[in-house]
Structures are given as C-alpha cells and as structure tokens.
C-alpha cells in the first residue's frame, strides 16, 4: 500500500481552524505527509461545523461531489472530522456514504489509527463520550492527549506570526439554538501551566500574536494554576479566572499583541474588563455575541442576560478603555420574533456602535431545545429582509467608526498578501508569493489589522508578512482602511 497523502479542508471557527493544525501535528508526529493539493492525496480529511444548516450543507455538497473521484481511486479515504463527526456519529453516512472514518473533535489524537484502519478497509470511528459523569474519566483522557499535541505543535505557516492557543474546551451554556455543548461537551478549562506552556513555545518560535480560545473564553476556571517548574499558584488560595492566566500570558518575552475570544456576556465581570487597561499587550478588541437586543427572544434563547445587562457590560468596558471595539453575532428570524424585536436589536446595534457583526438567520439544529420547543415561523422572506437590514445598519455605523482613522498612522500587524482579482495569494514556504502583481509602488498589496482587528491594505514587501508596521490612513469604508506603509 502506498504511503498515505494526507489533505486537511477546515470550515467555521476558529476553534476550527486550530483543530486543523492539531490534525497537523498530530499527523506529522506519526510520521504522515500532509500535503497542499488535495488532488495528490488518498486522504481527504474535513474538519467541520455544525452551527448553522448551511454549513453542513457545503459539508455535505463537497464531499458528495468526490463520487466521480472515489470511483477512478478506490483506495481514497474521506474523512468527517470536528463538530458534525460528534453531531451525526457513524449515521453520517446514510447521508454521505462516501465517507470511510468519523472522528469528534476530542479524539484527534486518535487519527493515525483511524486513517490505517480506513485504508485497510475497516470501520473507523471515534466518538467523544457522554456529558454526564461516565463521560469525565475518558474526556481526561482525550483533554490529556490533545494538550500534549497542542504543547509539541509548532508556529503554523498559514498567517506567519500568530497563533491560537485553547484555553479552554466545550460549553455548559446550553443556549437552546445551539449544538456546541452537545458535540463539544463539557466545559473544561485546560492548566495554567499547560496553556502558558504553550504560549512560550509558540512566541519562541517566532508568534508575535497570540489568541486565547474558548466557547465561552471568559468563563475559563482552573482550580489550581501552577507555574512551569510545578510551585504553587501564584494566586495560590483561589481559582485561577481568565484574568489570571491574561496577566501571566502577557509576561511572555516577545509577545505583542494578546487577544481573547469569544466571550459570554453574562459572565463578563469587571476584573476582565479591567485587562483591557492594566495588562500590557491586550488588544483593545472584545468579542462578545448580543445575538439579540429583545429581552423575550434573550431569554427563550436562554443567553441568560437581558439588553440593558449586555449595555452594562460594554459600558464597563469602555470605561476601563474607551476605545476597545465590540464586535458581535445576531440571530435574526429566531421563533416568535416580532416587528417590535427586531427593531430593538437594531437599536442596540445603534447605542453599541460595534466595530463588526456577524449577522444569521436562524437555522433549527437538530436535538437542541429550540428545534424542539418552538416552529420555526418567521418565514424565510422575512428572515431575508431583517438580515440584510441589520447588516446594513451595522455596515452603516462601521463606515462612521471607520472613518475616524483617516490622517491617523496605525500599527498593523501584517497577516497577508491581499486578494486582489478575486484571487487570495498567501506566501509560499520561501517568503514569496507563486502570484504577486507589483503595484506602483514596486511592492505587492498586503493586508493585516490594527490592534481592534479593523483591516487595512496597503502596499509593502512580502517580507512584512508576520510582522509589524506603521500605516498611515488615507481611506476607509465599512470593511477596510486603506493606507500608505510608513518608513522607520
């Protein structure tokens, strides 16, 4: 049997995208190849979402669309990794029959075994266990093996210069739209040590940009932090909380720029709020999902906060730091919203003043207590119209907040080439670009972000990218600052 070529495709979240470089290490530990072209692989591996119905649509559509392929190369194994592995189990395939393995996403570790077992003709499957007690002795097991991947993981090549780091796995929120808690399970916050280990390593290797994952990142709780060399916490007498680990991850020698995502509004204090003006190298950027601004829907989606405490949240906020950007996620078209709702999640939208949203029409997901609780009745036209009502008035005010910025010189962290002619070109593994027009400047166009994660584009050397630079506004719209490089 010839050796396995192994291609990774990742959909959603960052969480997602972290996965992917787990699968990565994983992978390249035992000593597979993971290549680029997924056309020279026999492995095709999906790292996937299951969020919304359309992303599992897209799931579904690709894989469906590599019959032809798995006909012309028997030997080819299809691989469902990540939240809808966990959601839809071995049943996947009376929906994608062409897929050979199914793997949840805290059972990564597991994947050389699964991928031998696939390509030798046997069931492959491994799923995360239950949530309830019986299930904790084995998600130690899997946390265990995932951390040590994440500690061993090197500086990913895709964004040079950046990192994530899990600082904490699943969700006990149990919001009734969504699926997380059921395919993430439990929430578990991971060891100080483990994640400032890791830290350490990653800004060692070059990270000059570090991001702090969770579900709910602002719930992170470790009953007993100990530093690397094992001595007691230095908080010893209490539980770790997301500050803790924030002022002792931005001590890390190197490091510049400390993000934290995504964050649960009912659980946001005014300690972590505090962060964004005491602790060196946070990023004046808070993502923190409103999902709505009516009090009914808040609470039959269970968010566990009304619209004036989500106010109250990002006044506290900006009084720590007033210019720290909020972003957030909406639901429209939720079960029994109203005229009269959506009308007062555009005026929150107003008095927030976000720097961004995502905005989503509301999708039932199977098992979740919404799909059973509530029909679906705002009909999908309507959903149509509010989504891109509430788009346009977030765009609306980004442009204004955007416009703010023009004359002023920022720090962008450079991230990549631009896309430009609806093509994306990100530097290949010699620091150049395999499609690189000039502009008139002599240099490519680059694109990157400033500290509240507002993207700019500009002009400059490929050699930019992974670091950073000074740029001078002379243009915004609501997506986009564009600027001139500053010379040092």
Request: charged share 25%; aromatic share 6%; net charge positive.
């Amino acid at each position: 049997m010839e050796p396995a070529r192994i291609h990774i495709t990742t959909y959603g979240c960052q969480m997602n995208r972290l996965d992917s470089e787990l699968v990565q290490e994983v992978l390249l530990a035992a000593g597979a190849e993971v290549v680029d072209d997924p056309a020279r692989a026999n492995v095709l591996l999906f790292i996937t979402c299951a969020v919304r119905a359309h992303a599992e649509d897209r799931v579904f559509s690709n894989i469906g669309k590599l019959a032809a392929r798995k006909r012309r190369q028997p030997g080819l194994v299809v691989g469902l990794l990540g939240c809808m592995a966990q959601e839809h189990g071995p049943a996947v395939r009376r929906r994608a029959p062409l897929v050979d393995l199914v793997c949840a996403p805290g059972r990564l570790a597991d994947l050389p075994d699964l991928i031998a077992a696939a390509r030798a003709g046997r069931p492959a499957a491994a799923l995360d266990p239950s949530r309830d007690a019986s299930g904790a002795a084995a998600f130690a097991a899997s946390d265990a093996a995932l951390d040590a991947a994440e500690i061993r993981r090197t500086l990913g090549p895709a964004v040079p210069g950046q990192a994530y780091v899990v600082a904490m796995r699943g969700c006990d929120n149990f919001c009734s739209y969504c699926v997380v808690p059921f395919v993430r399970g439990p929430e578990r916050s991971r060891e100080p040590a483990a994640v400032l280990e890791e830290v350490r390593r990653l800004v060692g290797q070059g990270a000059r940009q570090i991001t702090l994952l969770g579900q709910a990142v602002n719930q992170y709780a470790a009953a007993q932090g100990r530093d690397r060399e094992g001595a007691a916490s230095w908080r010893a007498g209490r539980r770790w909380d997301l500050a803790d680990l924030i002022e002792k991850a931005a001590d890390t020698p190197g490091l510049s720029r400390l993000y934290f995502i995504t964050n649960h509004p009912k659980a946001f204090q005014e300690r972590l709020a505090r962060v964004f003006r005491d602790v060196p190298h946070v990023c004046p950027y808070l993502h923190m999902p409103a999902q709505s601004g009516a009090d009914a829907v808040l609470e039959r989606m269970n968010r566990g906060y009304t619209a004036a405490e989500y106010l109250d949240r990002v006044a506290m906020v900006r009084s720590a730091r007033p210019d720290v950007a909020v972003a957030s996620d909406f639901i429209v078209g939720f079960p029994g919203e109203t005229e009269a709702d959506f009308a007062a999640t555009c005026d929150l939208v107003r008095r927030v003043r976000f720097s961004g949203a995502f905005v989503f029409k509301y999708s039932p997901r199977p098992a979740t207590p919404a799909a059973r609780r509530w029909a679906d009745d705002v009909p999908d036209a309507e959903k149509r119209r509010r989504h891109g009502a509430l788009l346009a008035l977030v765009e609306s005010i980004a442009a204004e907040e955007n416009q703010a910025f023009v004359g002023r010189t920022v720090r962008v962290f450079v991230e990549e080439l631009s896309p430009r002619g609806g093509q994306a070109r990100r530097l290949n593994g010699r620091g150049t670009s395999s499609a690189n027009p000039q502009s008139a400047t002599g240099n490519p166009q680059l694109r990157g972000r400033t500290p509240c994660r507002r993207i700019v584009v500009f002009d400059g050397p490929p050699t930019l990218v992974g670091g950073e630079t000074g740029v001078q506004i002379h243009r915004a719209t609501a997506l986009t600052l564009f600027g001139t490089m500053q010379k040092t």
